[in-house]
């Protein structure tokens, strides 16, 4: 299914979270993206830190981690925010929550870092 996704695709985003099991795990994805590209020269892929810790040492290290792998890894990260689940347990989103609340900032940064890689 994962190759049926990616030939459809123009550009893939991997989440990776921050732990070694995730970056470990992301290998499969690679090799599914290298075979892909002998197909679809122009598709483009990038990891996407997704759940990261604020202030920790795994969080800081993974964009490292993940640099054994000839994807690049967005700049825009997206923690681990209890703002995430609340919005969801209310079904809204965080841009419905309170104006300028830094759950909304890291996606409109993600958002801008994703366009920028779209023709």
Not at 100 to 107: L, R, S, Y
Request: aromatic share 6%.
């Amino acid at each position: 299914m994962a190759r049926s996704a990616i030939m459809a695709s123009d550009l893939v985003l991997i989440l990776v979270q921050p732990s070694p099991c995730d970056v470990w795990a992301a290998k499969e994805i690679v090799d599914l993206l290298h075979e892909a590209s002998v197909f679809k020269g122009k598709l483009k892929s990038a990891f996407v830190i997704n759940r990261k810790i604020v202030n920790t040492a795994i969080g800081r290290d993974v964009t490292e981690a993940l640099a054994e792998y000839p994807l690049p890894v967005l700049k825009a990260a997206i923690s681990q925010r209890v703002l995430f689940a609340e919005s969801a347990t209310q079904g809204m989103t965080v841009y419905d929550l309170s104006p300028g609340n830094p759950a909304k900032k890291e996606i409109e940064a993600l958002l801008a870092e994703i366009k920028g890689l779209l023709p």
